[in-house]
């Protein structure tokens, strides 16, 4: 009960955008406002200034408008405009984004504009006037337009600004592509007065025949009767919500369990006051037992890899439904039973593919390296972020990992942030794991062993180790005689190793600057042996599925603005590096 309602307390604080409804995909009234939209690349930012938002026409002879929408730049949506169009490949700055949409409304019912993520920055306006803005390009919210919307055509306009910033998450410089954009789905929402804002529905740690949850309602008269049915464990349940219009419940039942190889998921339907919302969820444990990770009670190795939200053969982010099936299905042919969706919480679709697919997941939060951890701001910001990943996601059974950040140097501040984020992230959902990576592992020579000694490690249920041994570092000494010494007592996942290649190219095995598939492949097969010695290794995750986009990798002949290290090229070909790990995989149990 405390969790619920803390849950649901804390999330509309933050961000000035209202708390987002559960799951747009499951509703009845809702209309995708995806498509072509007007744009306008508006380098020097003079838009605001020039009230573009009010989308003018010259009203009297004299009168002139020096900015139109029609006529000019048509973006996609979902989309990122860095990839649309070769002027805006390497853009970094405002781009004003408008469409009209008509809407015939109903007096009693209630409207709103989901936007599903937008990167970095959005400022929203309905018809000239402002309906608020949203920092964080990787997280959903919305706004009511109730008051705002006319019957009839309405003018949506975005102004996205996708410029790096010190106080930013991710901060100034990070190893992937700055996309910008309206980059995943828009929805025009209508609900009743009184609405289902939110539900959670989940195993109870440790239980495997009683399911929670809670029904949150948002409107005037809150205090009504809701109904949660899964028809299939023949469950209905009729309830009746409190003055703040929550419906907690428990329920007895003995549902089969979601496992990576039997992924099964139940059909679920939340309704109240004629609104009815579907959703797909299963249930499943994940705990740990000393340095084991328990799903469902028995040990589980975590057989995974790395991906972000990209397609590379279109060099942009991936955001529908068909992008989400073409990087699952390599997941899957890899052998994999777990991914870890760097750095930043991915769009639905990718995560909902998963759960069917029987994929668990590690997610995060952008903090990436330098976050400007001395800024007050930092702080509020990354709780924002924390909360709206764990709001969104917490129904969906294949996400066992919650990480709170990748590669940050400790320094007190950091610790003491991090170990902020981490308490919130109990507090938000004690069902799960929370995890964080690490790279500052470090190899004594003396006694051939890694080291590792962060505050951090010590508040995380799970370790992830970030070592690029045989890339960043060369092997010390041979692979077998190599010991690990970190977080002993807990569950260690080698979070990220591997080492660069560019398909096709071949050379020797022992060089790195060959970037030879011959290296890379070698280098895998010593980091594997190398893992033998971590006694308390729970899983793994190469970095990483694809080549990926970076302004960071300035090789002109084998990097050209990509990170090799994927061990599938830009354009889907596999690498020797790919079969060594879908043999471990295979015969790994
Ligand atoms: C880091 C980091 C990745 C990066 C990788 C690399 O460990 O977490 O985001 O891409 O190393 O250097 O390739």
Same mark, same amino acid.
Request: glycine fraction near 8%; charged fraction near 5%.
């Given at each position: 009960m405390k969790t619920i309602l803390f849950f649901i307390l804390t999330l509309? *604080? &933050?961000? !000035?955008?209202?708390?987002f409804m559960m799951n747009p995909y499951g509703r009845q009234n809702t209309t995708l406002l995806n498509g072509k939209w007007n744009a306008i690349i508006d380098m020097y930012s003079r838009g605001e200034v020039k009230k573009f938002y009010q989308n003018r026409k010259p009203r009297s002879k004299t009168e002139f408008i020096e900015y139109s929408f029609e006529n000019g730049l048509r973006l996609d949506v979902p989309g990122d405009f860095n990839s649309q169009t070769p002027e805006l490949k390497y853009y970094e700055g405002n781009i004003w984004y408008q469409r009209y949409f008509k809407v015939k409304k109903k007096p009693s019912n209630r409207q709103f504009i989901y936007f599903a993520a937008v990167s970095y920055e959005a400022t929203v306006w309905l018809n000239g006037i402002e309906i608020g803005r949203h920092e964080g390009g990787f997280t959903p919210f919305q706004f009511e337009v109730t008051d705002v919307l006319k019957e009839g055509e309405n003018d949506l306009v975005v102004l996205v600004n996708n410029n790096r910033r010190k106080d930013g998450i991710p901060a100034m410089n990070f190893d992937w592509w700055n996309y910008g954009g309206i980059t995943r789905d828009v929805f025009f929402i209508e609900t009743p007065s009184t609405y289902i804002l939110d539900y959670k529905l989940q195993l109870n740690k440790g239980s495997k025949n009683k399911l929670s949850g809670y029904i949150k309602l948002d409107g005037i008269n809150v205090a009504q009767q809701v109904e949660v049915s899964i028809p299939e464990l023949k469950v209905h349940k009729t309830l009746a919500a409190d003055e703040n219009g929550l419906a907690a419940f428990e329920i007895i039942a003995k549902p089969q369990l979601w496992e990576p190889d039997s992924p099964k998921m139940y059909d679920v339907k939340f309704v109240s006051n004629g609104e009815a919302i579907h959703d797909k969820i299963g249930f499943r444990t994940i705990e740990l037992k000393g340095t084991e990770i328990l799903l469902n009670g028995k040990p589980i190795f975590l057989k995974g890899v790395n991906f972000h939200e990209e397609i590379p053969q279109f060099m942009g982010r991936a955001c529908s439904d068909a992008d989400a099936a073409m990087i699952l299905n390599e997941v899957k042919a890899l052998g994999c039973n777990f991914a870890r969706t760097a750095h930043y919480p991915q769009n639905e679709r990718i995560l909902r593919k998963a759960e069917e697919m029987g994929i668990t997941i590690w997610e995060e939060i952008p *903090?990436?390296? &330098?976050?400007?951890?001395?800024? #007050?701001i930092i702080l509020k910001k990354a709780e924002t972020m924390l909360r709206e990943m764990i709001y969104r996601d917490k129904n969906r059974s294949n996400i066992i990992i919650w990480s709170v950040a990748n590669e940050t140097w400790p320094t007190p501040a950091r610790d003491s942030i991090l170990s902020e984020l981490v308490s919130l992230t109990r507090a938000l959902d004690d069902t799960r794991l929370v995890g964080a990576a690490f790279n500052n592992a470090k190899f004594n020579k003396l006694t051939s062993t890694f080291n590792m000694n962060d505050n951090l490690a010590k508040v995380v249920d799970v370790v992830g180790i970030n070592e690029y041994v045989g890339w960043y570092q060369p092997f010390p000494t041979e692979p077998e005689n190599i010991k690990w010494n970190v977080a002993n007592n807990k569950p260690l996942i080698m979070s990220e190793f591997g080492s660069e290649a560019l398909y096709g190219q071949h050379g020797e095995a022992d060089v790195a600057s060959s970037w030879s598939e011959e290296y890379q492949e070698n280098n895998y097969k010593k980091n594997l042996r190398m893992f033998e !010695?971590? #006694?308390?290794?729970s899983g793994i995750a190469p970095w990483v599925l694809f080549d990926f986009r970076s302004p960071l990798r300035c090789h002109q002949s084998n990097q050209e603005g990509w990170n090799r290290k994927g061990v599938v090229s830009n354009k889907g070909q596999r690498k020797k590096a790919w079969y060594v790990m879908n043999q471990y995989y295979s015969e790994t149990k």
């Open positions: 509309s *604080i &933050g961000a !000035n955008a209202q708390s *903090i990436w390296q &330098g976050i400007e951890f001395t800024n #007050p !010695n971590i #006694p308390n290794l």
